[in-house]
């Protein structure tokens, strides 16, 4: 038999955050091709890996995130 969907998730809500993610991630991953999955990990940790050289060689300037928003907001009511 298989488990009550309303009682997985009260659990999965008992978890911490973390656990919730990995849960979460898992759960996302099984709704897609399998196939790809791999493709798609590389490309990001590739992705991930350059952006994090970038920050090592000073080569971008890292920004708040609060100060971030606030630009954001003042351009869109300029």
Do not use: C, F, K
């Amino acid at each position: 038999m298989a488990p009550d969907p309303a009682t997985l998730i009260r659990d999965a809500l008992a978890l911490d955050a973390d656990q919730r993610a990995v849960v979460a991630n898992a759960l996302l991953e099984s709704l897609h091709d399998t196939d790809d999955t791999g493709a798609v990990d590389a490309a990001w940790r590739a992705e991930a890996t350059r952006r994090l050289a970038e920050v090592r060689a000073g080569a971008v300037e890292l920004v708040d995130a609060d100060e971030h928003y606030a630009r954001l907001r003042a351009s869109l009511t300029a």
